[in-house]
Antibody
Framework: QLQLQESGPGLVKPSETLSLTCTVSGGSTSSSSFYWDWIRQPPGKGLEWIGSIYYSGSTYYNPSLESRVTISVDTSKNQFSLKLSSVTATDTAVYYC????????????WGQGTMVSVSS | DIQMTQSPSSLSASVGDRVTITCRASQNINSYLNWYQQKPGRAPKLLIYAASSLQSGVPSRFTGSGSGTDFTLTISSLQPDDFGTYHCQQSHSAPYTFGQGTKLEIK
């Protein structure tokens, strides 16, 4: 059974770079059938899609964050990662990794999420 | 970006009630509409995809309908475990956007 697990610092200082990793178990990031995603949810608010990556390294991002976001994949470690630069308090959120099949952007498997706070 | 608007923002209903949540897209998204349930402190869980297809393992009391811009999630007979927040999401085009959520409470 496929499982996703986010990891990374829970506290980041303003203007610094937020870095998170998602470890995939019970499945492979090398699969040609899926994209791997990052989605976030500020406290008490709705969900925001951040971006997606394919096993080949092909990415696409939410234009609202594109200038600050980098998503990468390491198939040898079965992980994919998120970097968000120049963070501010508005980037405080629960960050989820997820996956969707190539034929439709349906987020069918999610990690449990990790809370990241931006504060000095 | 395609804007997704859910209504109501919250509702309270009794066990056994029929509950309906609506989601409206700012432009035609055909049937590219998915529904998720989120319990407090947990990740969202996929319920319905492609407007009306039930995800494996999801109880049949959940049904989805609609196409174009107007969509509905219906719970035919509300159960105690159905509390939580329900989110719609369009998968028509990037950036993939979600509704603001509908919080469902059990009376």
């Amino acid at each position: 059974q496929l499982q996703l697990q986010e990891s990374g610092p829970g506290l980041v200082k303003p203007s610094e770079t937020l870095s998170l990793t998602c470890t995939v178990s019970g499945g492979s990031t090398s699969s040609s059938s899926f994209y791997w995603d990052w989605i976030r949810q500020p406290p008490g608010k709705g969900l925001e899609w951040i971006g997606s990556i394919y096993y080949s390294g092909s990415t696409y991002y939410n234009p609202s964050l594109e200038s600050r976001v980098t998503i990468s994949v390491d198939t040898s470690k079965n992980q994919f990662s998120l970097k968000l630069s120049s963070v501010t308090a508005t980037d405080t959120a629960v960050y989820y990794c997820a996956r969707h099949p190539t034929f439709n952007t349906i987020f069918d498997i999610w990690g449990q999420g990790t809370m990241v706070s931006v504060s000095s | 970006d395609i804007q997704m608007t859910q209504s109501p923002s919250s509702l309270s209903a009794s066990v056994g009630d029929r509950v309906t949540i609506t989601c409206r897209a700012s432009q035609n998204i055909n049937s590219y509409l998915n529904w998720y349930q989120q319990k407090p402190g947990r990740a969202p869980k996929l319920l319905i995809y492609a407007a009306s297809s039930l995800q494996s393992g999801v109880p049949s009391r959940f049904t989805g309908s609609g196409s174009g811009t107007d969509f509905t999630l219906t719970i035919s007979s509300l159960q105690p475990d159905d509390f939580g927040t329900y989110h719609c999401q369009q998968s028509h085009s990037a950036p993939y956007t979600f509704g603001q959520g509908t919080k469902l409470e059990i009376k």
